[in-house]
């Protein structure tokens, strides 16, 4: 882990040392769970972008395609 210093605003360290002491944990503890939420959130919604700006050429090339018929098939090696 890397010790990292941030300037909170008063109702900000209020809120987190309240949610700190009803779950008894540290504030360091909520706010890293905060932060990995957010992350998970940025990445979900960058791939969601990123498959709704290919679904155009996805519908419209069928060697894209190709191989849907085979999509229900178990894979054997």
């Not at 209020?14 to 540290?26: F, G, H, N, T």
């Not at 503890?29 to 939420?37: A, Q, S, T």
Request: aromatic share 6%; proline share 1%.
């Amino acid at each position: 882990m890397h010790r990292t210093q941030i300037l909170l605003g008063t109702e900000q360290h209020k809120v987190l040392k309240d949610i700190a002491k009803q779950e008894k944990r540290s504030l360091s503890e909520i706010v890293r769970e905060m932060v990995d939420k957010q992350f998970a959130e940025r990445k979900r919604t960058t791939l969601a972008a990123a498959a709704q700006a290919l679904l155009a050429d996805y519908q419209k090339d069928p060697e894209l395609t190709a191989f849907h018929a085979l999509d229900g098939d178990g894979f054997h090696a």
